[in-house]
């Protein structure tokens, strides 16, 4: 129990688990510009926006409700790209395309970060130098493309003076470039580990072979390395 225990918090480690919000963000944000959604007003009085009383008798003679949407995504990205597009002198058409442009990117982003995330967590997660994932090539371009991404839409944001926008964006950025530190940090660890493993398993590969010079068998220790670039 305890060794299962020890085996999870090794590999769920905090970089591995913003591998996941990092997921969950792009897909969320991709999907989110094939929504189109109206607001509503509210019609509850408990959610009363401002109120204006009568100063002289002190009655209610008025509530102002707030507006919102009424769905699991708060915004209605259409309306917003053309409004943005139109401030930009393009048209609907062209705005139309963008988003679902960029909203298909994004879903994809998400996805190889969902499988960076799931990945992560199988025993299937050494480093190697045979595949993107072994040699951490897929985990340095998701984060290269994620903030090319926002630089991009930090860009978009000044071009159209979107400062609510802007503050987001740039705020996730921080995340990222912190999320890529902690990456940097663990695939060198596991690096050093695994120039260990492949040191000792060569020591003792010679060692059988000064021992037995037909020796061709491989050692257990050394079933994650690549014996190719020996």
């Known amino acids: 129990m305890i060794k299962t225990i020890v085996s999870i918090d090794k590999r769920a480690s ?3 688990l913003l591998y996941l919000l990092f997921a969950t963000f792009w897909m969320g944000n991709g999907w989110d510009k094939f929504t189109t959604i109206s607001m509503e007003m509210d019609t509850d009085p408990n959610l ?24 699991p995504y ?4 259409t309306a917003s790209f053309n409004a943005y597009f139109g401030q930009l002198g393009f048209s609907n058409d062209v705005a139309q395309f963008t988003l679902k442009l960029i909203g298909a990117l994004e879903i994809g982003l998400g996805l190889l970060f969902l499988y960076i995330f799931i990945r992560s967590l199988s025993p299937n ?13 897929l985990h340095r ?42 990456f940097l940090q663990s695939d060198r660890i596991q ?9 000792g398993w060569e020591g003792e590969r010679n060692r059988r072979k000064d021992r037995d010079p ?12 690549d014996h190719g670039h020996h």
């Open 14 to 16: 905090v970089a591995v």
């Open 48 to 71: 009363t926006k401002f109120a204006v009383v009568n100063a002289e008798t002190g009655e209610l003679e008025q509530r102002i409700m707030k507006y919102r949407f009424n769905a």
């Open 74 to 77: 708060g915004k209605n990205r």
């Open 125 to 137: 997660n050494q480093y190697n130098r045979t595949t993107m994932f072994g040699t951490r090539t």
């Open 141 to 182: 371009l998701c984060f290269k493309a994620s903030v090319t991404a926002f630089i991009l839409f930090m860009a978009f944001d000044v071009a159209v003076s979107d400062r609510m926008e802007l503050w987001e964006h740039g705020t996730f950025l921080l995340l990222l470039l912190f999320t890529y530190y902690l």
């Open 191 to 199: 690096r050093i580990e695994f120039e260990q493993v492949k040191k």
């Open 214 to 225: 037909n020796f061709t068998g491989e050692d257990r220790r050394g079933k994650h390395i």
